[in-house]
């Protein structure tokens, strides 16, 4: 539609959006732009609310394209089992992996996804597998990730009878990047750190500053959360 459009009119609205459905379409099956399958989907999903399609035009565009946001949502898409497809968290894990490898837009989300799921150990037989979670937790970490930070101390605390030993300065590190990122309890953790010198000499002043952080923080999140329930 050439000019520019009344969002007040509803029919002119209307078919502004049905235009963008079969631009989207075409740049999709016609020309086979994984950019513009990538808009479809997030057209079919936002706008016409038509999740079994979205999810098709996902299917198709990480499996044939490797486009990896649409890899991500279609990982999201398995968790949950949303828009028809086989709920299934290895088909997820597989997403996920194919995604973070593609260094994308959400790539880092995936990254972080991908850790949790070699972590908690529902997509292996085996069981939780630490080595593969942490490889892909530094990844998402480095990416600026604050979870995937503050997991990995976390395990570096708890550490594990399956050769991932405890090591709290690394423990230390990580909780400082994560605080860093803005994870509450990434700091809180880090305050108790230099509080007990675990991983670190004591330092009852960093202790204070990481533990202010921590309210800080805290105090932030809870503001948002009220500024979106008015």
Avoid at 58 to 74: A, D, I, M, Q
Wanted: with cysteine.
């Amino acid at each position: 539609m050439a000019g520019l459009i009344n969002f007040e009119d509803e029919n002119e609205v209307k078919e502004f959006l049905d235009n963008l459905g079969v631009e989207y379409s075409f740049q999709c099956y016609k020309e086979k732009d994984p950019e513009g399958c990538q808009r479809l989907a997030d057209y079919m999903e936002g706008v016409k609310k038509n999740y079994e399609s979205t999810a098709q035009v996902l299917k198709l565009n990480c499996e044939t394209n490797g486009h990896p946001e649409s890899c991500y949502k279609l990982g999201a898409y398995h968790v949950t089992g949303k828009g028809g497809v086989t709920k299934c968290l290895k088909t997820a894990y597989s997403c996920f992996l194919r995604s973070c490898n593609a260094n994308g837009k959400r790539s880092i989300d995936a990254c972080h996804n991908v850790g949790l799921l070699a972590h908690d150990g529902r997509v292996s037989e085996e069981g939780p597998d630490l080595t593969v979670a942490r490889q892909y937790y530094e990844k998402a970490c480095t990416g600026g990730y604050a979870a995937s930070c503050f997991n990995l101390s976390a395990m570096f605390i708890e550490g594990n009878t399956k050769g991932f030993p405890t090591d709290m300065k690394q423990a230390l590190n990580y909780s400082n990047r994560a605080c860093e990122l803005g994870h509450v309890w990434g700091c809180a953790n880090a305050s108790r750190m230099y509080k007990l010198g675990h991983g670190t000499e004591k330092d009852d002043k960093k202790a204070e500053e990481l533990k202010n952080r921590a309210k800080d923080l805290h105090g932030a999140e809870k503001e948002r959360q009220l500024k979106f329930g008015e």
